[in-house]
C-alpha cells in the first residue's frame, strides 16, 4: 500500500518544555492508526503538527492526501444555539441545494440523515459526534483524523463510533487519538504509543479478555518487550 504520512525526525517545544522528541511513523492507505499515551505526552501536539495547525520547527511531515477531514477534541455546542444539523455539516458553505443535497448524502453515512433538519442541541452526545464527523466527511477526504471522539460518550455510543469508523476505514485511512484501550485493540491495524517519544507503532498482539477488555499493564509490559527497529 502507498504511504499517506510520513514523519520524520519531529521534534516540537513549547518554550523549553519538550513535547514531541524524535518522532518517525509511516501510515499506508487505508490504516486504522491508534495513538495512545497518557495525559501530555504529546498526542493532540502531533495532530496539530500534522494539519499545520501548530508550525513545524524540526523534522518533516509528509502528506501524500490533499483532502483531510477532522473531528477535534472537546467540541463545545451550545444547545440554546439554534443550528440545525444540516448546518453544522456544510459550515462555511454557501447554502444552495446542491450543498444541502451532499449534506443529506454524507448524514447518510454516518447514520445521521434523518435529524437532517433538527436542531444540533436536541441530540444526544453519541449523535452530535456523529454529526461532526460527517462534518469532517463532507468534502470526502481520503484521510480523517480524530482527537479523542468517543470522550463524554456512554460506552454503548463510543462502541458505535468505532463501528462507524471500521465502516469507513474501507474507503479511508484514519487516524484516531484516544484513551480507550480496549475498543482501540478491537478497531485499530496499528497503536503508536506516544509519551515524548514513539515507542511502537505496530500493533501489539493482545486479546480481550471475557468482559472485553484487557489490563493496561500488560500493554506496559508488552511496549517494554519493544525491540528498538519496532519504535
Not at 454524507?106 to 442541541?121: R, W
Not at 468534502?139 to 482527537?147: E, Q, T
Amino acid at each position: 500500500m502507498k504511504p499517506v504520512l510520513i514523519l520524520k525526525d519531529i521534534n516540537y517545544a513549547y518554550s523549553k518544555q519538550v513535547i514531541l522528541e524524535n518522532i518517525n511513523l509511516e501510515v499506508k492507505e487505508k490504516e486504522f492508526l491508534a495513538i495512545i499515551g497518557p495525559n501530555g505526552g504529546g498526542k493532540s501536539t502531533l495532530l496539530k503538527l500534522i494539519l499545520g495547525l501548530l508550525p513545524l520547527k524540526s523534522g518533516e511531515i509528509k502528506l501524500f492526501e490533499k483532502k483531510i477531514g477532522y473531528v477535534p477534541q472537546n467540541t463545545n455546542i451550545n444547545n440554546n444555539f439554534p443550528i440545525r444539523v444540516w448546518e453544522v455539516v456544510t459550515l462555511g458553505e454557501k447554502p444552495t441545494q446542491k450543498i444541502k443535497n451532499i449534506a443529506k448524502q454524507t448524514l447518510s453515512k454516518v447514520g445521521m440523515d434523518k435529524f437532517y433538519d433538527k436542531k444540533i442541541g436536541d441530540l444526544s452526545g453519541g449523535q452530535r459526534q456523529r454529526v461532526l464527523i460527517a462534518r469532517a466527511l463532507f468534502n470526502d477526504p481520503k484521510l480523517l483524523l480524530l482527537d479523542e471522539p468517543t470522550s463524554n460518550i456512554d460506552p454503548k455510543a463510543s462502541e458505535s463510533i468505532y463501528e462507524l469508523l471500521k465502516e469507513l476505514n474501507k474507503e479511508k485511512t484514519i487516524i484516531v487519538v484516544s484513551h480507550d484501550l480496549s475498543v482501540i485493540v478491537k478497531y485499530a491495524t496499528k497503536i503508536a504509543y506516544i509519551n515524548k517519544n514513539i515507542f511502537m507503532h505496530e500493533k501489539p498482539n493482545l486479546e480481550l479478555n471475557k468482559d472485553g477488555h484487557f489490563c493496561e499493564v500488560e500493554l506496559m509490559q508488552m511496549l517494554e518487550r519493544c525491540s528498538c527497529k519496532s519504535c
